[in-house]
């Protein structure tokens, strides 16, 4: 409320004792003036008769300026509605709350709107408007339409109140995000600190590293000499993962899923051997020959430089695979080629040697 003024009013009755006769009400009476936007008898202020108990005159000096209601003795006196006390340049109308107001309005200022429904329409500006903290409307209660301003600290504790689960994650489960930012026990930068992470992978504590991508630093992620591990198994968001496996001559209990794998010159130049291994939906291209000793090979694809070629020997077991030149079965001791077939007329890709 902006300012405050000197609040006169007379008091009439009917007396109907005396003909309905309109009287001056004295002597003995309480009056207030009651601010709309508060309950009664909150807020409220009396009004003093100028000379007691016979002018009829009752008035209140400093009265803020502001919207009220009448009471006399306590009771509201509906007759007199709600009228505004205030030397505010408003346009004001009362009477059934229905008011429009038109043109163009600069208002300056501390303006009060009150009612139950005020609707602005057309180009409105208003600069930091305010609530009235002491207007029960908005006390602790949720907004009733999609555009009711609302108390700043009520949006907060809506806010506040949202419960965002953290991303859960298996202890079992690690991620490599090439060009990401480690979080002990979830994500890694490189396979070797993904897999050295888990504390004791076995047969019946599996372990997985997910390759979600090898971000904007190369178009290659490197598993160095020292990632292989027993029991801790690797897979790709998809075939679009290419992984440069640094191992040569091992045997490990693990398994690689959905990644396009170079069996490059980068550190190893020589023939390779691995051991105990399941590679199932992977690409393998490989720069010298390459021997699946007990492993187990499913739907892949093996593309071999120049004349050199894959060898199934003991156990290995190949379903569903194919090569670009002749696969060699000679050492196979109980294991098996299922649906494989070779002459695929494809080529490997430049070897990335100079990968760092």
Known sequence: MADSTTYTRMLLYK???????????????????????????AGRLQL?????????????DNTPDGRYYLYIDDTLRGEYGAFWVGSDELPYLNGSDDATITGDYTFEGDI???GSNNLFTGSCKFNDPLIDPDDIQYIGQTPSFANTLVWRSWVEAQIAAI?????????????????????????????????LSFSS????????VEITGTG?????????????????????????????????????????????????????ITDREFGSMIFENCTIYA?????????????????????????????????????????????????????????????TPTDPVDIT
């Open 15 to 41: 007396d109907t004792g005396d003909g309905n006769a309109l009287k001056l009400l004295v002597s003995k009476t309480t009056v207030y003036l009651q601010p709309t936007n508060q309950i009664y008898p």
């Open 216 to 268: 904007a630093i190369s178009q290659y992620i490197i598993a160095s000499a020292g990632t292989l591990r027993d029991y801790v198994n690797f897979s790709g968001k998809g075939k679009h993962i290419k992984l440069i496996l640094s191992e040569n001559s091992i045997s490990k209990i693990c398994r690689f899923t959905n990644l396009t794998i170079f069996l490059s010159a980068h550190d190893i």
């Open 48 to 60: 003093t008769e100028t000379t007691p108990g016979s002018s009829g005159i009752y008035k209140r």
């Open 287 to 347: 720069y010298k020959n390459t021997t699946f000793n007990n492993c187990l090979l499913i739907n892949c694809i093996i593309i071999h430089a120049s004349a050199y070629k894959s060898y199934f020997k003991g156990t290995t077991v190949a379903i569903g695979c194919y090569t670009n030149n002749e696969y060699d079965v000679s050492l196979l001791s109980g294991g098996q080629a299922i649906g494989c077939a070779s002459g695929l007329v494809l080529t």
């Open 201 to 208: 992978p076995g047969v019946n504590n599996q372990c997985h």
């Open 163 to 195: 419960e965002v689960s953290t991303y859960q994650e298996s202890v079992n489960n690690v991620r490599v995000i090439a060009d990401g930012v480690v979080e002990t026990g979830k994500v890694y930068t490189s396979p070797k600190n993904a897999a």
């Open 112 to 114: 009060e709107v009150s």
